[in-house]
């Protein structure tokens, strides 16, 4: 398991040294979030009883920028050694394919958690914020950010160039995030809405990690965590085999 940690070591650093850019500024950017669409909403929006909207959206917003950042760590980081070149060393070494994708797969975790963590840091300082289920909270944020984690990979396997990276990150990532019930509950969106709602998956760990919080969800968090379970499975499948392969990777 050397290879492994050295491996892992190696993409923990990669984004530490540039913490300013990769820890600090998703911060900020959140925190933007916050303060305008509470500042619109708080006193004209109400999604579930008892509930400001403040609190409702707090939740959505730390998800947000921990899904967005496991996935730009991972895929980030493959298109910069494919496009460098330096991704021949990682190849010519006996890692095995598993190995490869656990040690990608946990440094983006380790990124998204460290995002998520100083943004509820920095919020709670003006902010109360419930944690009705802590086990909840901490279950979505670990499978989240392990789904996107793997889709980076992918998107990054895929991506020749930057512009490919950025078109995968602005036509699938960013919509999926954005429609996935950060801002608002799906039971205020019409029927044909709703229903699109089910397939996105993002809108279950958004709906779970929620549920930690305030102890309402739109869905049962069972069944959140069923489908995000199901998702990450045939990502990761489709991932190990893309790398053993070596599809856009090793020719």
């Not at 950060?182 to 779970?208: A, E």
Request: hydrophobic share 55%.
């Amino acid at each position: 398991m050397t290879g492994f940690f050295t491996l892992f070591h190696k993409e923990l650093l990669r984004f530490w040294k540039v913490s300013f850019q990769t820890i600090l500024a998703p911060i900020v950017s959140t925190l933007l979030y916050l303060f305008i669409f509470s500042h619109l909403l708080e006193s004209r929006v109400q999604v579930y009883p008892g509930i400001t909207y403040s609190q409702f959206l707090i939740p959505g917003l730390i998800i947000m920028a921990i899904l967005q950042n496991a996935f730009a760590n991972s895929s980030s980081s493959l298109i910069q050694s494919k496009i460098s070149g330096n991704i021949i060393f990682v190849l010519l070494s006996p890692l095995s394919y598993f190995e490869f994708f656990g040690a990608y797969l946990l440094a983006s975790v380790a990124r998204g958690l460290l995002v998520g963590l100083g943004v509820f840091i920095v919020i709670s300082q003006f902010y109360e914020i419930p944690t009705q289920f802590p086990f909840w909270i901490i279950l979505f944020v670990l499978l989240g950010s392990m789904l996107l984690g793997a889709l980076g990979i992918i998107a990054g396997i895929c991506s020749d160039k930057f512009d490919q990276l950025a078109a995968f990150q602005n036509f699938i990532i960013l919509p999926f995030t954005f429609l996935s019930g950060v801002f608002y509950s799906v039971f205020s969106l019409s029927p044909v809405w709703q229903k699109l709602s089910y397939i996105n998956p993002f809108f279950y760990i958004v709906d779970g990690f929620r549920y930690g919080f305030l102890g309402i969800s739109d869905v049962p968090p069972h069944l959140s965590l069923t489908a995000v379970i199901a998702f990450f499975l045939t990502i990761s499948l489709l991932t190990l085999n893309m790398l053993r392969a070596g599809y856009k990777v090793r020719y």
